[in-house]
């Protein structure tokens, strides 16, 4: 049995693979495509690794890890949607050619 704590917010959790180029990879990323996902229609929070992550368990490290928070899933949905999503989501391919994970999921405070 689950009990229930806290609201229920909407996760993003964005894993990209390691680059070829590092330095070309984090001049996008950090240049181009930060400031179309900044303009995600009810983006709450926009976090990523600030080091290199360092593996615990698993078998690839990946190079950076982006976490963005919507109020809700309803939220997320709507925001992936708009214009502003589909320019997010058609950027992806344009930096992140060695591969990226996506996953989604809610959270609770606990």
């Known amino acids: 049995m689950r009990i229930m704590i806290g609201a229920a917010m909407t996760r993003i959790l964005v894993l990209y693979n390691q680059p070829t180029d590092p330095a070309a990879f984090d001049r996008y990323y950090f ?3 930060v ?13 990523v690794s600030s080091q290199a992550p360092v ?13 963005l ?17 589909q320019a997010t989501v058609a950027d992806v391919g344009n930096f992140a050619q060695a591969g990226v ?10």
Do not use: C, N, W
């Open 35 to 47: 400031p179309i996902a900044k303009k995600l229609p009810g983006l709450r929070s926009y976090v």
């Open 101 to 110: 994970t996506i996953l989604t999921y809610d959270i609770r405070a606990v």
């Open 55 to 67: 593996l615990v368990a698993g078998d690839v490290t990946p190079y950076l890890i982006a976490e």
């Open 31 to 33: 240049e181009t495509h």
């Open 69 to 85: 928070e919507f109020d809700s899933s309803a939220a997320f949905q709507a925001a992936f949607v708009s214009p502003e999503g």
